[in-house]
């Protein structure tokens, strides 16, 4: 009887860890993007759509979009199957800068790897990734190649229902 209690313990506990382990989808509710220097609203075709997880590193992103993500990468990769620039992910993100503003929104900067991989094709390009923060809630993301500083993208997001 003994061993049933502490097997339902066990199945209670990791349960509860499991279900505080979530993921967090934001769409992109308007984009721009800037070459030297000069903002301009800017539109892809489909949704823009940013993914975080609890249990990844913080600043950790999953970004999935065809058209954007062929741009920002400069369609430098040449993927056998052109469905790889559908998604990425931003990992192993080191945290160069953390400032608050006045209304207290909470720019956390990261460099890391973008990282496109999908059967045996595989890219990877550092990237400069800022996300704006408050009370919780990611409110945008700022983002360029390190290499290309010059041509810059932001987003203003919102969660999905």
């Known amino acids: 009887m003994?061993?049933?209690?502490?097997?339902?313990?066990?199945?209670f506990f990791v349960s509860a860890n499991y279900a505080?382990?979530?993921?967090?989808t934001l769409?992109?509710?308007?984009?721009w993007v800037s070459e030297s220097e000069e903002w301009?609203?800017?539109?892809?075709a489909g949704q823009i759509v940013f993914s975080t997880s609890?249990?990844?590193?913080?600043?950790?992103?999953?970004?999935?979009?065809?058209d954007f993500l062929y741009d920002f990468s400069e369609g430098k990769a040449k993927f056998s199957n052109k469905s790889t620039y559908s998604t990425a992910e931003f990992a192993h993100p080191r945290k160069?800068?953390?400032?608050?503003?006045?209304?207290?929104?909470?720019?956390s900067t990261y460099?890391?790897?973008l990282i496109f991989q999908s059967d045996n094709d595989y890219y990877s390009v550092?990237?400069?990734?800022?996300?704006?923060?408050?009370?919780?809630?990611?409110?945008?993301?700022?983002?360029?190649?390190?290499?290309?500083a010059r041509k810059e993208f932001a987003f203003s997001l919102k969660p999905t229902s």
């Open 96 to 107: 160069i800068s953390a400032t608050t503003d006045k209304q207290g929104v909470i720019n």
């Open 54 to 66: 609890s249990t990844a590193e913080e600043g950790s992103l999953r970004i999935g979009n065809y």
């Open 40 to 44: 301009s609203d800017f539109q892809y």
């Open 126 to 148: 550092i990237a400069v990734v800022t996300i704006l923060e408050k009370g919780g809630n990611k409110l945008g993301v700022k983002m360029h190649l390190k290499e290309n």
């Open 27 to 31: 769409v992109v509710d308007k984009a």
């Open 20 to 24: 505080q382990q979530s993921t967090q």
């Open 2 to 11: 003994k061993n049933y209690y502490a097997l339902f313990l066990l199945l």
């Open 111 to 113: 460099e890391g790897m």
